[in-house]
């Protein structure tokens, strides 16, 4: 069974400095994909960084990265110059094609950008 | 714009009532899933179809049904409805099987019963 484990429930970050985001998942699968989503207060899901398993480098896009540990099977997610848009929550998220495209979230972080 | 579009976006009902969400996936995407989000919860599964057949049931209550039809538009039923169900009902598409993998979330539906 896949399982998706965010260790801070909630955690807050001065506007315009950095903050990282915990995410691991135990998994017995080799082929996968890992996401972060973020759910700001209006409650849509906006996908904010995805990782393939098969690609050592590190997501990035634009003030968002990833820090992808596949031996540690561990996937952090990074803000830089943290914005007061970013305050959300945010979801980690786990697929492998082998178990049917099934997608497994944890139970989120609730990111406070304080100004 | 996701281009998953759920209706209605909000509905407010009565205990003992059923109710029914609409669901229509991005263009191309095979996968439908359904998630309930209560208050300040995260996301539970509900379930998954894939081209019309049911592909992953996770804690959806007996309840509660749903179907992909032909057209690939998803309903999810909920009858018999208690307070504890209102919350907010997310639909997500995928393209079902490969890469891309990621899910594309509909805005929601907000059901409250009262």
């Known amino acids: 069974a896949q399982t998706v484990t965010q260790s801070q429930p909630e955690m807050s970050v001065q506007e315009a400095e950095t903050v990282t985001l915990s995410c691991t998942y135990d998994t017995s699968e080799n082929n996968y994909y890992l996401f972060w989503y973020k759910q700001p207060p209006s409650r849509q899901m906006i996908l904010v960084i995805r990782?393939?398993?098969?690609?050592?480098q590190n997501a990035t896009e634009n003030r968002f990265s990833v820090n992808f540990q596949k031996a540690a099977k561990s996937f952090s997610l990074k803000i830089s110059d943290s914005q007061l848009g970013d305050t959300a929550m945010y979801f980690c998220?786990?697929?492998?094609?082998?178990?049917?495209?099934?997608?497994?979230f944890g139970t989120g972080t609730s990111l406070t950008v304080i100004p | 714009d996701s281009g998953v579009t759920q209706t209605p976006k909000h509905l407010i009902t009565a205990t003992g009532q059923r109710v029914t969400l609409r669901c229509s996936p991005r263009s191309g995407d095979l996968s439908v899933y359904w998630y309930q989000q209560s208050l300040d919860q995260g996301l539970q599964f509900l379930i998954q179809?894939?081209?019309?057949?049911?592909?992953a049931k996770g804690n959806i209550l007996e309840r509660f049904s749903a179907q992909q039809f032909p057209d690939l538009h998803s309903e999810l039923n909920l009858s018999s409805l208690e307070l504890g169900d209102s919350a907010l009902y997310f639909c997500?598409?995928?393209?079902?099987?490969?890469?891309?993998?990621?899910?594309?979330f509909g805005e929601g539906s907000r059901l409250t019963v009262l």
């Open positions: 997500a598409s995928s393209v079902g099987q490969g890469w891309p993998g990621e899910l594309f």
């Open positions: 179809y894939y081209n019309g057949e049911e592909r």
């Open positions: 998220a786990f697929m492998a094609p082998n178990t049917g495209n099934q997608f497994y």
């Open positions: 990782q393939e398993a098969y690609k050592q």
